[in-house]
């Protein structure tokens, strides 16, 4: 992003199939390296799901970051959105895009009946953890993650 750039001209708007590429790009700097053609098969699949919404941060045709957001229920507790996935371009970070993002997934879990909302976080994203904290999240348990190929 140029740095002449307003974040005031940031827009937050549903994500769109030709976003593909840049969510994909995003993705990797996140650390999850994605295919474009694959991103879009991913993209495709959560829009035909009502339970699930992503959000995208733009100015001037530039998709800085993304949010994922959505319903999970699980019979330990009441329902409530999760937030899936955030990321701003590193040369936009530090501009309120991310808090405007979680502002939007909050805004759709409310507009979906949700009254809270969980994200997690790998332990080692200390700016992460910050980041949430300043939003207004707290941290409520620290968990070990277990994944088994099928």
Sequence with gaps: MDPTTSV??????????????????????????????????????????????VFVAETAGEVLGWIHVSAVAHLQS?????IGGLVITGTARGQRIGARLVARAEAW?????????????????????RFYLREGYERTKTSAVFTKTL
């Design 109 to 129: 879990a409310r507009e979906h009946g949700f009254a809270s909302i969980l994200v997690r976080s790998q332990i080692a994203r200390d700016d992460a953890h």
């Design 78 to 82: 009441e329902p409530r959105a999760e």
């Design 8 to 53: 005031d001209r940031v827009v937050i708007r549903s994500v769109e199939p030709s976003d593909a590429d840049a969510v994909a790009r995003l993705s990797g700097e996140l650390g999850y390296p994605v295919a474009v053609e694959r991103m879009a098969q991913r993209l495709a699949s959560i829009a035909a799901m009502p339970d699930h919404a």
